[in-house]
């Protein structure tokens, strides 16, 4: 293939920042270079300005009072400061929390580390197309529990769990519920106070916005939380999160969220029709590929697929890496161990090991579909023509069993 051209499918990941929400950051580098906390003087008051208008752009794109937004650096930042917060501050109702195995990495270590700091956590399992299982919840809570944390949509699979019927059983048992909503918030709909969501954690760079911005939202009213702060300094941030406010980010953070509030539906339009081309054209074009997670309850740009006896890091070579997609996720890539939220959908190592995800997004082209399709074809194809267990399985010979036995 002499075509170098650069495809980018790995927008789970991260998105390339909006150009219209660069150009809102630049007058904040220099023209604008006060420091929102400066009282006394217009540089700090143009600064303070530009940061409220875009705490309401962003409370406006999740139906919340700006009052309830907490900027951070990430979702990670949010995740961590939800659950040690909420563990800090409820010490007196309890020390139990309950989680998916299938959360992400910054909301399961946040957890280990409460487990570390006296704390009990549960980790749910989910079904077979990564949903929870609602009765499983249920009678997990005990009197003990002080926070149920439930991502909204997974980066792996982007399957959508039940928010709404969590968030009943959250509220029927008085305690709070918390969610990592970093894959939806500026994708699809998103209303936390709709679903009984009492904390949630989102991020800027998922949403075509820049990196090193996000913001966790904390409910003010029936029920009014509060978190322990995790960083301690000026009290910025109503005291739950001390540092000075990183203003050009938060600038284009809220731009990203007025941009996506308009252009969703239509991106959404767009993306679930090239995403199902996609993935129809794989299923048809090659054998034995299998899409991993639910295809009722998912995000329109997604899709995680096995491809059986190919392994997915060597598949990605065939393509010399110019297609930009994901094995397993990128933050655990770098070991080859192989994805723990499709091993928790119940796939064995092989086919855990063959999954791609594939995720669209703003700027992606249909041409860029068509050629990741053909690409993919001739590289499964081509995998599968060198390889003997491709032709012991095509022989008819039970390669599971063999596999097995060989362990
Ligand atoms: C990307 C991601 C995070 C981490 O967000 P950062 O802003 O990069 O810290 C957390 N949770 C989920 C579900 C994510 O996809």
Partial sequence: MSDKRLIYLDN???TPTDPRVVDAMLPYFYQNPGNAASRNHPFGWVAEEAVDYAREQIANLIHVDSKEI???SGATESDNLAIKGVFEMYARKGNHIITLKTEHKAVLDACKKVEKMGGEVTYLDVDREGLVNLDELEAAITDKTILVSIMWANNETGVIQP???????????????????????????V?????????MAFTSHK???PKGVGALFVNRKNPRVKVTAQIDGGGHERGMRSGTLNVPGIVGFGKAAELSAKEMEEDNARLSKLRDKLETALMNNLEEVYINGSKEHRMPHVTNLSFKHVEGEGLMMTFNQNIAVSSGSACTSASLEPSYVLKALGLGDDLAHSSIR?????????EDVDY????LTKGVSHMRDLSPIWEMYKEGVDIDAIEWSAH
């Fill in 207 to 209: 949403m075509y916005g």
């Fill in 12 to 14: 789970n990941a991260t």
């Fill in 372 to 375: 990741t399709i053909e690409a």
């Fill in 358 to 366: 594939f995720s669209l997004g703003r700027f992606t082209k249909e």
């Fill in 163 to 189: 928010m709404k019927e969590i968030g009943a059983i959250c509220e029927k048992h008085g305690v709070l519920f918390m969610s990592d909503a970093t894959q939806v918030v500026g994708k699809i709909p």
């Fill in 191 to 199: 209303n936390p106070k709709e679903v009984g969501v009492h904390l």
């Fill in 70 to 72: 907490i900027f951070t």
